[in-house]
């Protein structure tokens, strides 16, 4: 008797399932979090620039204002918020014969991986425009 337990192997692939499965749950959708935390920067980078170029038209434009047309053009985009979203606006001036306007913006978000403690992420973008 056993020996026929010893020798039993029934059950075996449910165990073995049972010992992968949360480590790769968290890796599938760790993996998700990451490559949607990467999209949205990218987005809020790609609407910095977007963006900007209405500062070369207009150098007196404030932060708040460039701010509201990068969340127009993410909305329905990204998870970006007002809230999650900094926007500023200085004056380059390391080149007194070319003045540049810097726009940066700082984009904050969340990594929630399962099992795992939540990872706060920052993202910074920064683009130069020339002034008038």
């Known amino acids: 008797m056993r020996r026929r337990l010893l020798r039993e192997v029934s059950g075996a692939t449910a165990l073995e399932f049972a010992m992968i499965a949360p480590p790769l ?3 599938l959708v760790g993996g998700l979090q990451l490559g949607w ?3 949205c920067a990218a987005s809020v980078r790609w609407a910095l620039e977007t963006s900007a170029r209405n500062l070369m038209i207009d150098p007196t434009e404030s932060a708040s204002t460039l701010k509201s047309a990068m969340l127009s053009a993410l909305s329905g985009r990204t998870n970006a918020t007002a809230s999650a979203l ?3 606006i200085n004056q380059d001036t ?3 014969a070319k003045t540049m306007l810097v726009a940066t913006s700082v984009y ?3 990594l929630v991986i399962p099992f795992v403690t939540n990872q706060p992420l920052t993202f910074t973008s920064v ?5 008038p």
């Open 25 to 27: 749950i968290m890796m």
């Open 37 to 39: 935390a990467l999209h």
């Open 86 to 88: 900094t926007v500023t």
């Open 94 to 96: 390391s080149n007194p």
């Open 108 to 110: 904050s978000t969340t």
């Open 127 to 131: 683009t130069s425009v020339p002034s």
